[in-house]
Structure formats: C-alpha cells, structure tokens
C-alpha cells in the first residue's frame, strides 16, 4: 500500500497556470506555422543564391505557392506576437519577469556555483534574456517586409531589401535552436514530467 501511494504521488505531474498553457501551444502552433509558410515564401524567391539556390522540400512547405504562404505566414505572425505581448503583460502582472532573466546572481552562479540545478536556472535566465533581441528583431523584420512601402524606414535602416530579408531568415534557425534548448532546460530540471506538464491538456 505504502509503494502503490508513493508511485501515484510521484507520477502526479507538476502544476502548471492555464495562461502559461495557453502561451506556449500558442508559441509553438504559430512558430511551426510561420516556419512552414516561410519556407513557401523563400522557395519562392531562395534569399541565398536567387531563384537558383537551394529550394526546401515540399513535405516542409504551408501555402501551397507564394500567396497561400504569405497569408499563412502573416496570419500566423499576428497570432505570435500577440501572444508574445500576452505572455510579456503576464509575466510583469505575475512578477514572474523576477524569475524570467538574467541578473548579476545568475552570472555569478554560471562562473563559480557547484549546484548543477542552480547554473541550470541561470542557463535558462540567460537564454531567456538573449531571445529577446531575437523576437523583437524578427517582428520588425516581418513587419518591413510586410508592409514595405507603408514601413520603409524599416527597410532603409537595413540597408536594402536582400539585407532585410536575410536578417529576418536567420532569426528562424535561432528561434528553433532556443526552442530546442529551452526544452532541453526544462528537461534537465524536472525530466519529462516537466515537459508533460506544460502540454498537458488536464
């Protein structure tokens, strides 16, 4: 009796808020669509080597042609950052911002701390903190790219068109490798009850 209740307590996932639930299926489905859709988009036209660069497999492509993959592309970059601008107005009305990112203690931990999980939550902070520039690099890309003429400062801050593109290309590979990491974090902290309990749907 006594090993049967320790299991089910042990099995029980970790207790996560709706709202951070919602933020990050949201996250995840508009990334994946954004990812997909702007793949259309760059077969359309290769942002390295022209219309005779390296072209991505269909199996990978949302859209169909160029214009089914820019409405996807934009629709689902609307839904990502208002999702984003949700996720940052409930981090500051929670206060979790206090745990979010890096400070001068996390720095300290990463140099000389012998805690494992400590120099693992100041990993988190700080990749946490350095995805911000990222994010807010890829929407004002986004944006000049989706509204050019009404937004051409955006373009002419960055030189020219190509330099535009390019920039807003490589904050993909960079969006997926934080993904990949911020999973990987989580992991080490909690294992996959962890990563169970985010995703959860009860």
């Known amino acids: 009796m006594f090993n049967l209740s320790k299991r089910t307590k042990s099995s029980k996932l970790p207790r996560q808020a709706l709202l951070a639930k919602v933020f990050h299926w949201t996250n995840l489905i508009s990334l994946l669509l954004m990812i997909g859709s702007g793949l259309q988009i760059y077969n359309a036209n290769p942002v390295f080597g022209g219309r005779s660069g390296w072209h991505f497999p269909s199996l990978f492509l949302l859209g ?5 993959g820019r409405h996807w592309h934009f629709a ?3 839904l990502f950052s208002l999702n984003l601008l949700g996720y940052g107005l409930y981090i500051f009305l929670t206060r979790r911002w206090q745990h979010r990112f890096m400070g001068a203690n996390d720095l ?13 939550y100041g990993w988190h902070r700080l990749v946490y903190t350095a995805i911000i520039p ?9 944006l000049g790219m989706y509204k050019p003429a009404q937004l051409h400062w955006i373009v002419d801050s960055f030189g020219n068109w190509q330099t535009l593109r390019t920039v807003h290309f490589l904050t993909i ?3 997926i490798i934080f993904t990949l990491w911020h999973g990987f974090l989580a992991f080490k902290v909690g294992g996959i009850r962890l990563i169970k309990s985010i995703f959860a749907t009860f």
């Open 173 to 175: 590979p960079i969006l």
């Open 64 to 68: 169909g042609w160029l214009g089914g």
């Open 108 to 120: 300290k931990a990463l140099r000389v701390s012998s805690n494992p999980k400590r120099k693992i």
């Open 134 to 142: 990222v994010l807010i690099g890829a929407i004002i890309t986004g």
């Open 76 to 78: 689902a970059m609307w």
